[in-house]
């Protein structure tokens, strides 16, 4: 069992920063691919970034690609995700998610049924 619990959420103006962090529990955390998703009114869950349970490989979804970068430190249990010149459209609560996985697929790691749990999400409000 894992519990996940996001924070750094806020509302910034267009072209501002926030970083968002997930802490993990559970001694397994390193076992574990992390993923980013996020989900506007109205509009379906979508795909952001993700990063293998080593940290080696990420993937990006193209809307954010060069703005956000995942990262993670399994010394301290916690993924993160740098979001760098915001845009209105990125408003939406983000959640992670964790899976079981040990291996990389780009193709697995942006679905959202694949993984194994998720945290509760936080709020991220991007005024123009």
């Known amino acids: 069992q894992v519990q996940l619990v996001e924070s750094g959420g806020g509302l910034v103006q267009a072209g501002g920063s926030l970083r968002l962090s997930c802490a993990a529990s559970?001694?397994?955390?390193?076992?574990?691919?992390m993923g980013w998703f996020r989900q506007a009114p109205g509009k379906e869950r979508e795909f952001v970034a993700a990063i293998t349970w080593n940290g080696v490989i990420t993937y990006c979804a193209d809307s954010v690609k060069g703005r956000f970068t995942i990262s993670r430190d399994n010394a301290r249990n916690t993924v993160y995700l740098q979001m760098n010149r915001l845009k209105p459209e990125d408003t939406a609560v983000y959640s992670c998610a964790a899976k079981s996985f040990l291996g990389w697929s780009e193709m697995l790691l942006r679905a959202a049924r694949e993984y194994d749990y998720w945290g509760q999400g936080t709020q991220v409000t991007v005024s123009s």
């Open positions: 559970g001694r397994t955390f390193s076992s574990y691919a």
